[in-house]
């Protein structure tokens, strides 16, 4: 029987990962290549000696980018980034990525040239080929497809399921930088239609305009770790905003969480931007998301190991199942994380 | 010097395969696992001792899909059909899809249950696992990004530049079918508009409906073609059109070809209903695309073996390079083969 209009669920009820689980959650993989399917950075495949990993993103012009800020060299930079992320994200490297562009008439070729150029350039920062990839016309606005695939010995994978309590929390890096490079821009556009003079004043603040613009993968730290032979029990790049990130592992692993308000790497320019708009730092820091930082877990073993890496900072560890998520602050106050996105 | 407005070049100057071409063109690929970039209908990868194939493509509501006459199962079911075709059209097996979806709010979750339950039915009647994906919100309407992984091989590799003059162009099933079927939804869709009572009249035209809204790829035809030991030499899924896809293998083997007019599969009702239509059914059979069928060459040699294979029609051959590109009639008249969304 059809159900009427107002009995049908609505989207916004189930949330994002609520609503692919409920999408996705009775799916079984039936083929024997498959070795893991949803619910981790990329879908696993087994090729033989090694694994190949696939990945894949929607760009949305109005949702992921906006024109009027983004010139078409850093979007085509960033989707680049933005895919091969997760293939690193699972201890890979990448190889290959595929390029599919919706566009309407209101694009020019010249402009298709910038977003190329800056999808090259990238390629060739990350050593990875354009390696396919298809164009058609669309309504409205642009849409971006990026496909990614990489390679990961099998000893060497690391899934978002693997951390266990007691568990040291590690992020590379700073948080919330790129949130509050989106806000100035965003401030600065709304002033200009104000007011067709003012130029954008972006001086200061180079920091976080560039994270947001052209955003980079922590490359040579995941290279350190394996260097020092330190290989991670999970990892996920922090794109949803570290809180939601931080979640994904926790609830994927089955272990709680307790990390330090105050080990949270930010950027002075974040704190310092933050401020002047009267928000907490913390907040951009948690929630803002697009950071493409790493975070991950290593064995409490390994405490003094990590140490010797400059670039990660270890921010608490993972607590047993059921002890919950927290945010501590050094005068022993508790705060339960949440995350956008997240509805159970 | 910022070029103006008007001396920028337009897309539609260049053409869909030249504008790929004009930005593509100068990409080089560096990784030794990178068999085949850009230009075929999947991506190869060296994964060992197989090839891994992976594909991706973009469908947008109101470009590749209108859902006032397309249910969501179909668009799900079709979405799969239409990614694992280009691993097929390399003779390939596919073995993973990874969806990635954008959706505004004028969505509810039914519609995503049904979008899943076809999607979740090509993957079973195919054996392909669905393997990952992303839900995003979108401004307006409906994207969907399908990625298919496939393997392949080494020696089973068919590529879309293998053919040599003399070859047998064959053909899988019939042509234009699902245009016609397109025409007929959107003839009933307007006389509906027009007149709200009028029940659509399909009657009699379930064929080329099913080819519109559930086109199935003739993976029995490929495993016949397997077991009598035809390799082709090359071949291509026909989406674009008979027409355009014919014309990129000749373009990318180097040859020319000439087919004649009264080999082209047609079905009846293809047929019948280009005649309601006032149109030529080969201008369907030859532009329509959609048809999800295969188009491969064989030796010269094989022509005995291939008319054994009841489901493949050789539609005749492939000429040298520079002998241009005809559709001949069994009167002796010449035709030359132009297609759309070609432009050099």
């Known amino acids: ?111 298709l040239e910038e977003l190329y150029e800056g999808i090259s350039l990238a390629c060739k920062n990350y050593n990875v080929d354009l390696a396919g990839g298809d164009i058609t016309s669309s309504l409205t606005g642009m849409t971006i497809g990026v496909t990614a695939v990489g390679t990961v010995e099998k000893n060497d994978l690391v899934r978002r399921d693997g951390a266990r309590p007691n568990d040291l929390v590690c992020v590379t890096g700073d948080f919330g930088a790129s949130f509050m490079g989106l806000q100035l821009l965003e401030r600065e556009r709304k002033l200009f239609i ?37 290989q991670p029990t999970s990892m996920i790049d922090v794109t949803d ?30 704190s310092k931007l933050a401020e002047e708009f009267n928000i907490d730092p913390m907040v951009p820091a948690l929630n803002g998301g697009e950071d493409y930082e790493m975070l991950f877990t290593v064995p409490l073993e390994m405490v003094e190991k990590i140490k010797i890496i400059q670039s990660v900072k270890v921010i608490d560890h993972m607590t047993t199942s059921g002890s919950g998520y927290y945010l501590a602050g050094d005068d022993g106050s508790e705060v339960e994380i949440s995350a956008q996105g997240w509805k159970e």
Chains 1, 2 share one sequence.
Do not use: W
């Not at 939601?244 to 994927?252: E, G, M, N, P, T």
């Open 1 to 111: 029987m059809e159900k009427s209009e107002n009995q049908k669920k609505s989207i916004n009820e189930f949330g994002k990962f609520g609503l692919i689980k409920h999408l996705t959650g009775n799916i079984v993989t039936g083929n024997k290549t498959t070795i893991k399917g949803i619910g981790d950075d990329s879908a696993i495949i087994d090729s033989g000696k090694n694994l190949t990993l696939v990945t894949t993103d929607l760009l949305l012009e109005g949702i992921h980018f906006n024109l009027i800020y983004t010139p078409m060299k850093h979007l085509g930079y960033k989707a680049v980034i933005r895919a091969i992320s997760d293939i690193y994200a699972m201890n890979g490297t990448p190889g290959q990525v595929i390029i599919a562009l919706g566009i309407s008439s209101k694009f020019n070729v010249e402009q």
């Open 194 to 230: 104000k007011d067709k003079v003012t130029q954008p004043d972006l001086s200061g603040y180079e920091y976080v305009i560039e994270r947001q613009l052209k955003p980079e993968i922590p490359v040579s730290t995941l290279k350190e770790l394996k260097k020092e032979e330190i």
């Open 241 to 270: 905003g570290l809180a939601s990130d931080l979640l994904h592992v926790c609830k994927l692993s089955g272990t709680g969480c307790r990390i330090f308000y105050s080990k949270v790497p930010i950027d002075y320019e974040t």
